[in-house]
């Protein structure tokens, strides 16, 4: 059992998965593609792959975290309905290159919007909008400000801490989210809080 210790690992990951699991009971539909941007350790991965086998669930993230992704294949062993790692990177326009399937029923991401620029953020939100199927839906979650407001003294501080350390980084705002999704023919639909002041956002594009 040590050999698990040696699993890349977060602690928020261990702590969000069932009420995130939650959501995606309900959001999900029967026998569907996701793509997950940004899996990070791969728990996310792992975890709702196992849970939701109807589901073709497709792990993309840019860079260390394939290594992530190999690990936990050979400790765990990947169910038939993972499929991954690939190296998307959701802010260039060659990102899917490398996977069949160039547009999906679902796109989820977790605890990204923050870690890239407002100017990666846009271009992510456009890959949201132009890799999914009609009626498809984009879930993104994380802590979020609204109407200029945190939600919680503790998220204005990992603001601060990640401005000090990439002033490119920092919480998003919803509506400037939402403004630039419903440019692409995206509504939100629902919005889910969740614990540790974090929020699930769901958009869905219009049916053409
Ligand atoms: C803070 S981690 C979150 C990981 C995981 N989703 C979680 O909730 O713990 C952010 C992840 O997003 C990935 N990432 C950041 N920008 C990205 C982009 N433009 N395209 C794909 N992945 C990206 C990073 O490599 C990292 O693995």
């Not at 040590?2 to 890349?8: D, E, R, V």
């Not at 991965?45 to 840019?62: E, K």
């Not at 992530?68 to 499929?83: E, H, M, T």
């Amino acid at each position: 059992m040590t050999f698990n210790l040696s699993l890349p690992h977060s602690p928020a990951c261990e702590r969000n998965q069932d009420p995130i699991k939650e959501v995606l009971e309900k959001e999900l539909g029967p026998q569907q593609n996701l793509l997950e941007v940004g899996f990070g350790t791969a728990q996310h991965a792992f975890y709702f792959s196992r849970f939701f086998p109807q589901v073709t669930y497709f792990a993309g993230d840019r860079e260390q975290a394939h290594i992530n992704f190999l690990q936990r294949s050979q400790v765990l062993g990947a169910p038939d309905n993972l499929k991954g790692p690939y190296q998307i990177t959701a802010t260039d326009e060659t990102v899917l290159h490398n996977l069949d399937i160039k547009s999906f029923d679902t796109i989820y991401t977790a605890n990204t919007l923050h870690i890239m620029s407002w100017k990666e953020s846009l271009s992510f939100l456009k890959f949201g909008g132009d890799h999914l199927k009609s009626g498809g839906k984009l879930l993104i979650y994380g802590p979020f400000v609204f109407e200029g407001k945190f939600t919680s003294e503790s998220n204005k501080s990992f603001d601060e801490s990640l401005r000090l350390s990439d002033p490119r980084m920092g919480i998003r705002s919803f509506e400037e989210i939402e403004e630039v999704l419903q440019r692409k023919g995206l509504s939100l639909i629902r919005k889910y809080d969740l614990p540790a002041n974090n929020q699930m956002l769901v958009f869905q594009k219009e049916e053409s």
